[in-house]
C-alpha cells in the first residue's frame, strides 16, 4: 500500500501543508518543535481515527483555528482510495471514503495500514502491562474487524460483571444472575485469548529472526504470552474456558471481598527478554529500542500476511540511539516497504541511503519543503 499524496489544514501547527511522498522512501528532518511528529501524527489519525498522543481531538485543530482538515490519497490492491477527515472543535468528527461519509468513524479501521514507532513506544517495554496489552489490541484491531467489537463488549462485561460483585449481597436474585456474567466473561475472554495468542505466535515467528539479523545475531529475543490462566499455548478454546470456569470458581471468595473480577485478558501481559533476561529491567535504550524496532518489524509481515501487502511505516525520530550497524540493516530491511522517517539529523541516514528511491523533505514552523536533490 502507497500514501501518494497527503493535504492537511488547519492541522496543529500547520496551517496549509500537502506532500506528494515517494513510495519508497521518505526522510523528513527539522529542528526540533517544527511539526514533524504532527505530520505523522496526521497520517495515523487517517489510519486508526484518534492520536497516539494523551490530547483531545480538539487539540489537533490549530489553536486560532474551528476546524481541520486531513486528506490522504492511497492506492491499495491497485485501487485509488481518498480519505479525508474533517475535524470541527467540540463536534464529532466526520470520515470520508472516496466522498462517501461513514456511519461510524471506526469503520475507517483497516484501510490505510500503518505501523507506527514513535519515542513513547519505548513505554511498551517500560510501562505496565496496560501499555503492552494497547500494543497488542491496536495491532490485532487493524487485521482483525471482530476483534475490537470483542473487545468492547468485554470491557462492558468485566464493568457490569465488578458492579454486581460489589453489590452481590444486596439481592438474592443476584446468585442466579452472576452465572449469566460469568459465561459471558468466559466465552468473550477466551476468544480474546485465542486472537491474542496467535497473534503473540506470529510476532514471535517474525520478530526474533528480525531481532537477530538486527543485532548481528549477537543477541537473542524472546516474546511469550502470559495470561492468569497459566499457559494456554496449544489448549483448544473447551480446554481454556474450563480452566477459565475453575479460576472463577475457586477465587470467588476473593472476588468478592475486592469487587473486581480477578481472571481473565484484562490482567494479560507480554514479556520480552533479550538473552532470557526481561528487558524492562535489564536492556539498555538502544537494546530495547531494538526489541520494538523488531516488534514492529514483525507487525509488518503479519499484516503483509493478512491484507496481501505492506502496510505504511511511520518512525518518528526512533533512529538516533540504533548504532550505525543496526541503522543499516533497518535500512536494508525496508526496501519495497513505503517508509516515512522523521529526524532532526540526517546525516548518517543519508550516507546509509545513498543510492536509495527516496525523497527528502525539511519541515520549518509548520511548512514543509521537498529538498530532494
Ligand atoms: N493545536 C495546535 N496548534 C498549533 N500548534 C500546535 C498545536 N499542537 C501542537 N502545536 C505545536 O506544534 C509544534 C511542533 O510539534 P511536533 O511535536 O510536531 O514537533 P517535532 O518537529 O516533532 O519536534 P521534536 O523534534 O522535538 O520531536 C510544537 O511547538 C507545538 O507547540
Ligand atoms: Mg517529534
Known sequence: MVVNRLRIKNYRNFI???????????????????????????????????????????ELINFFENKSTIEIYLTKNNYDIKIEINLEKNK????????????????????LN???FTPDDMKIIKGSPIER??????????????????????????????????????????????????????????????????????????????HSNLTGNKEKLNISYYTNLG??????????????????????KNELERGSSMFGPHKDDLIIKINDKECKYFASQGQQ???????????????????????????DDVLSELDNKRKSYLIEHIEGIQTIITTTDDTDL????????????????????????
Open 16 to 58: 496549509e501543508a500537502e506532500v506528494e511522498l515517494n513510495k519508497s522512501l521518505n526522510i523528513f528532518i527539522g529542528d526540533n518543535g517544527q511539526g514533524k511528529t504532527n505530520l505523522m501524527e496526521s497520517i495515523y489519525v487517517a489510519s486508526i481515527g484518534r492520536t497516539f498522543r494523551l490530547n483531545s481531538e480538539n
Open 92 to 111: 464529532k468528527k466526520t470520515v470520508l471514503i472516496n466522498g462517501v461519509k461513514l456511519d461510524k468513524t471506526s469503520e475507517m479501521i483497516g484501510i
Open 114 to 116: 500503518n505501523v507506527i
Open 133 to 210: 496489552r494497547k500494543f497488542v489490541n491496536i495491532d490485532i484491531s487493524q487485521i482483525k474487524p471482530k476483534y475490537k467489537y470483542l473487545l468492547n463488549k468485554y470491557k462492558k462485561v468485566t464493568t457490569e460483571r465488578n458492579i454486581l460483585l460489589k453489590n452481590y449481597y444486596t439481592n438474592s436474585e443476584n446468585k442466579d444472575i452472576i452465572s449469566i456474567w460469568n459465561d459471558y466473561l468466559v466465552n468473550i475472554g477466551t476468544e480474546i485469548i485465542l486472537y491474542r495468542n496467535e497473534y503473540i505466535n506470529n510476532l514471535k515467528k517474525y520478530a526474533i529472526d528480525i
Open 231 to 252: 499457559n494456554i499455548d496449544n489448549l483448544k478454546k473447551d480446554e481454556i474456558k474450563k480452566i477459565f470456569y475453575e479460576k472463577i470458581k475457586n477465587n470467588f
Open 289 to 315: 529500542r531494538s526489541a520494538i524496532l523488531a516488534l514492529k518489524l514483525a507487525e509488518i509481515e503479519i499484516i503483509k500476511d493478512e491484507i496481501g501487502e505492506y502496510p505504511v511505516l511511520l518512525l
Open 350 to 373: 543519508n550516507i546509509l541511503t545513498e543510492n536509495f528511491d527516496k525523497k527528502n523533505f525539511y519541515i520549518n514552523q509548520g511548512k514543509i519543503r521537498n529538498i530532494t536533490n
